[in-house]
């Protein structure tokens, strides 16, 4: 609720709420919930100044390496941004074939805002999950390709 709150005063015109939402970013992997909450406020807000923390949450490897669910919404603020689809494509691919559903859905989603051929042929081969939702998030992704 406090992230909703600032992001809706930072809609209205006061700047410093911003800071809450960048400081979610860094949130504990327990809390990670508020992370993704963070990444879609900048995401929306557009907040150029965020772009390296976001960056960073899609590059770190090993043991600080952030959960797909994460690494996602980082991408889809990276997207809002106008971060270069290329560099996000990787993303989409490491996660189109998930074993988790959600979190092929939420692949089809990043792949769909992307706009790639690669995304689109990614896309391609979601629609054919065995999941409907992973079948409706890739329709979805390939329409917003159109």
């Known amino acids: 609720v406090d992230l909703t709150a600032a992001e809706a005063l930072v809609k209205l015109g006061d700047d410093r709420e911003i800071e809450p939402l960048r400081a979610a970013l860094f949130a504990p ?65 490491e996660y189109h074939a998930h074993p988790d559903r959600r979190v092929r859905s939420q692949a089809a989603a990043l792949l769909g805002s992307l706009k790639t051929t690669d995304s689109l042929d990614l896309l391609a081969r979601l629609i054919l999950d065995g999941d409907p939702t992973v079948q409706v998030a890739a329709a979805a992704g390939i329409e917003a390709c159109d």
């Open 29 to 93: 992997p327990e809390q990670a919930e508020l992370t993704l909450v963070a990444c879609d406020a900048i995401g929306r807000l557009r907040d150029e100044v965020s772009r390296p923390l976001l960056e960073r949450l899609l590059t770190v490897s090993g043991d600080g390496q952030r959960s797909p669910e994460i690494r996602l919404a980082a991408a889809r603020a990276l997207v809002a941004l106008g971060a270069a689809p290329t560099a996000l494509i990787a993303v989409g691919r």
